[in-house]
């Protein structure tokens, strides 16, 4: 009887051992979940990037891109594209996809230029990263200097007036490190072509990492 109950509290102990070690497995990131790809992340050289497990979420769902060829990467005669264009309606709403700080919100008119931008601060385990949401419409509802949260509608997508593009989209840019500037001040590195991706997140993949 005794020998009985030593194994059956062997059993228990053994079982409690295992779930905590199951809840612990399932609330972290493992290594390969945890660092982003040099693909993903552009020549980062494959520096680790977590996020919190959950939290960065899709600016407009259903997400990625419809109805266009222009993903990160994509070579163009402009350059490389440094975000994926997500072609939507005017009026489609747009979701902040971490929490931060809006650095940035103004007015880049003419053809083939940002129309309305916002630009979002945010940290992930330390590390910073800045959210470029480009082509909007004129109804950016955050103040620069606002926080935002996660999921809180940051504008919409639009028109072909207000987007200076003639087909209506979000431009959605992931960039590695601070916003750098004083606020109110137009970032050089804020562009949606370049000679290669060296700084930016593919945002699909970053937002896979989830």
């Known amino acids: 009887m005794k020998k009985w109950l030593m194994l059956t509290v062997i059993a228990l102990i053994a079982m409690a051992i295992a ?14 979940e945890s660092t982003l790809s040099d693909s993903a992340a552009g020549s980062k050289n494959g520096e680790a990037f ?6 960065v979420n899709y600016p407009i769902n259903p997400w990625l891109p419809l109805g266009t060829s222009n993903t990160f990467g994509n070579v163009t005669s402009r350059g490389v594209h440094l975000g994926d264009d997500c072609v939507r309606n005017p009026g489609t709403p747009i979701c902040a996809i971490y929490q931060g700080t809006v650095k940035y919100k103004g007015y880049h008119g003419g053809t083939g230029n ?16 800045c959210t470029v949401y480009g082509h909007l419409g004129s109804n950016m509802p955050p103040s620069q200097g606002n926080w935002v949260t996660t999921d809180q509608c ?6 072909t007036q207000q987007s200076g593009q003639t087909t209506p989209h979000l431009h959605l840019g992931i960039h590695y490190g601070p916003y750098g500037t004083q606020t109110g001040t137009y970032p050089s590195w804020c562009k949606g072509y370049s000679s290669s991706t060296n700084g930016w997140f593919n945002p699909t993949s970053f937002i896979a990492y989830r």
């Open 50 to 55: 977590t996020d919190d497990w959950g939290y």
């Open 154 to 159: 940051l504008g919409t997508v639009g028109s």
């Open 19 to 32: 779930g905590c070690q199951t809840s612990d497995n399932q609330g972290t990131i493992t290594g390969a």
């Open 114 to 129: 940002w129309g309305y931008i916002m630009i979002v601060e945010s940290m992930i385990n330390n590390l910073p990263f």
